[in-house]
Nanobody, 123 residues
């Protein structure tokens, strides 16, 4: 059974940092691209960042470039999203997703999803 477990959310002040983790099981992790999505209150789910299976390619939505860093360790079946200089507009439920093939910032590309982890940034 494919499972993705997201964790690391919390409540912070603007300017602080959080690191989200996504641990996967049930499939050959090395073959899968992984993405982070978020859905803020009253907003549609948006792709925040994604990474290729071999960590050779990355994508970041413009609003997080320079502040968020995605990384993965295939030996640990894990992907991380380091979020620095957080802003109130980063407040959302964050989800990790995985699927075969190249990464995509579009939610309908991904078959496998983890549960969300809440990130709240106050000003």
């Amino acid at each position: 059974e494919v499972q993705l477990q997201a964790s690391g959310g919390g409540s912070v002040q603007a300017g602080e940092s959080l690191t989200l983790s996504c641990t996967v099981s049930g499939f050959i992790f090395d073959d899968f691209a992984v993405a982070w999505f978020r859905q803020g209150p009253g907003k549609e789910r948006e792709g925040v960042s994604c990474i290729t299976s071999t960590e050779r390619g990355y994508y970041y939505i413009d609003s997080v470039k320079g502040r968020f860093t995605i990384s993965r360790d295939n030996t640990k079946n894990s992907v991380w999203l380091q979020m620095d200089a957080l802003k109130p507009e980063d407040t959302a439920v964050y989800y990790c997703a995985a699927d075969l093939g190249p990464p995509s910032p579009y939610a309908n590309y991904y078959q496998h999803w983890g549960q969300g982890t809440q990130v709240t940034v106050s000003s």
